[in-house]
């Protein structure tokens, strides 16, 4: 409902003002992208996309695919490495308010769209 926007506003900056990164939730989104992944490796278009990739130029930044745990949890921790701590560390390296735009769709006036996100 329109009456929301600003409150729905709020809530959406707060992720960003003082985001809670707990490693309970970091451990969970690991298995969220784990599920994800395995529930489209036998996909066609994942398939095609992974055969691109083998043939890309190494030095190109193209060599993404998805993640899962071994690679987001197992492997990061093999090597002595905390997986918290790297998004911790991600996100204060990396989220800044000059590096994002915001879209704001509303029924309100744009002069009150404004109001509200600044």
């Known amino acids: 409902a329109p009456a929301s926007l600003r409150e729905a506003l709020v809530r ?8 809670l990164f707990t490693p309970s939730a970091t451990e969970r989104e690991i298995n969220a992208v784990d599920s994800e992944h395995s529930m489209r490796i036998t996909d066609d278009g994942r398939r095609s996309y992974a055969a691109l990739l083998l043939d890309a130029n190494p030095s190109h930044p193209l060599h993404w695919g998805s993640g ?27 989220y800044s308010a000059e590096d994002m ?18």
């Open 68 to 94: 899962n745990a071994k690679s987001l949890r197992d492997a990061p921790r093999a090597r002595g490495e905390d997986p918290h701590a790297r998004v911790v560390n991600f996100y204060k390296e990396h």
């Open 101 to 118: 735009t915001l879209a704001v769709l509303g029924r309100q006036p744009l002069p009150e769209l404004r109001r509200m996100v600044e």
């Open 12 to 19: 959406f900056g707060a992720f960003f003002r003082s985001p």
